[in-house]
């Protein structure tokens, strides 16, 4: 299939699954618009502000978005760009696509990439207003992104169950990575999915695929000798083992060494049928240790969980409170 020249990105999947340094692969490979950010526009613009077809919400958004680090990393002219957004912007489609339109006219390039993890929940909403978007989702093993989340915090259980924070944070990799699946089979060909694994050990060869879904020529050693941002830089969590040197940055399959063989077989009994789903082999020794109706119960009350914060976020007021990182705790970053 001929891809538009111009078609927008968008890089999507679960969080620590390697999200940025696709993104940042994809900007170094040149001809795209340098944006060092996430566009926060679905999980963070709409929810505090509503339908931005109203002018008053386009008023407010603006307001609050010209005093964030999300505007001043874009290099534009206050002045004009509210201008273009209070005559032009509709909806987050239009939002976004003024603003990477000026950030790409600004720096003289043709196209234009979106980088946000928490895109992967709105692809048909993104779709049907941005009708030529692409999207690839980067899916990681789960083993080692729960044991990311885990180490991070980031996912919190429900109050009182902390002893089960790593398997929370498999049932949310899980979770995420369904969705966007479930999402991405709506939208046929202008979807595509890729193993995070699969840019580390084979890089020419899945950039190749890649840059031939984009339309685009992602070379991968001309992506090394650009480097921007997390292709110079491993945003990783082990900062000691965090360096691109031949033969001494290897994350993966890091779980094997973080995780105790009973935290390993309990992980590997709750994400199992996805791991085995996606052609990721398991390894830890299958024993009854673990109860399978305990991690029944435990994945469907967080899949509940997880299902009912994003509904809230995404068509209540309380979306605003949902949010990680509203835009005002952003502000004077």
């Known amino acids: ?199 580390i050990s084979r890089p020419h060869e899945t950039f190749a695929l890649l840059g031939n879904f984009i339309g685009h020529d992602l070379d991968y050693d001309h992506i090394k000798q650009i480097g921007i941002g997390t292709v110079a830089d491993p945003n990783s969590t082990f900062k000691v083992e965090s360096t691109f040197q031949e033969g001494q940055f290897n994350p993966v399959g890091r779980w094997k060494k973080k995780l105790s063989p009973f935290q390993a077989e309990k992980l590997e009994n709750l994400i199992g049928p996805m791991l085995d789903e996606l052609s990721y082999p398991r390894e830890a020794p299958n024993s009854h240790s673990a109860s399978h109706l305990e991690l029944a119960i435990l994945r469907r009350l967080y899949f509940s969980y997880f299902d009912s914060r994003l509904w809230l976020k995404s068509n209540t007021p309380l979306g605003r409170f949902a949010s990680k990182q509203p835009l005002e705790l952003i502000e004077q970053s």
């Open 1 to 199: 299939m001929i891809r538009a020249s111009n078609a927008p990105v968008f890089i999507v999947g679960c969080h620590r699954s390697g999200t940025s340094y696709l993104y940042h692969s994809i900007l170094s490979s040149g001809d795209f618009a340098v944006y060092r950010s996430d566009s926060g526009v679905w999980d963070r613009v709409i929810p505090m502000f509503g339908d931005l077809s109203v002018l008053r919400n386009r008023k407010r958004m603006i307001k609050v978005w010209l005093r964030s680090k999300l505007f001043r990393r874009t290099g534009l002219d206050a002045e004009q760009i509210e201008s273009k957004i209070l005559a032009e912007c509709r909806n987050g489609g239009d939002f976004l696509r003024i603003v990477m339109v000026e950030i790409a006219r600004i720096q003289n390039v043709n196209r234009w990439a979106a980088w946000a993890p928490d895109n992967i929940f709105y692809i048909p909403k993104i779709k049907r207003e941005l009708p030529n978007a692409l999207f690839i989702h980067i899916i990681r093993d789960g083993r080692d992104v729960a044991t990311v989340l885990d180490k991070k915090g980031w996912i919190k259980p429900l109050p009182g169950d902390r002893r089960h924070s790593l398997l929370v944070a498999g049932v949310y990799w899980e979770w995420m990575v369904r969705r966007g699946r479930e999402h991405g089979r709506r939208i046929g060909p202008d979807y595509i999915e890729v193993r995070y694994e699969d840019l």
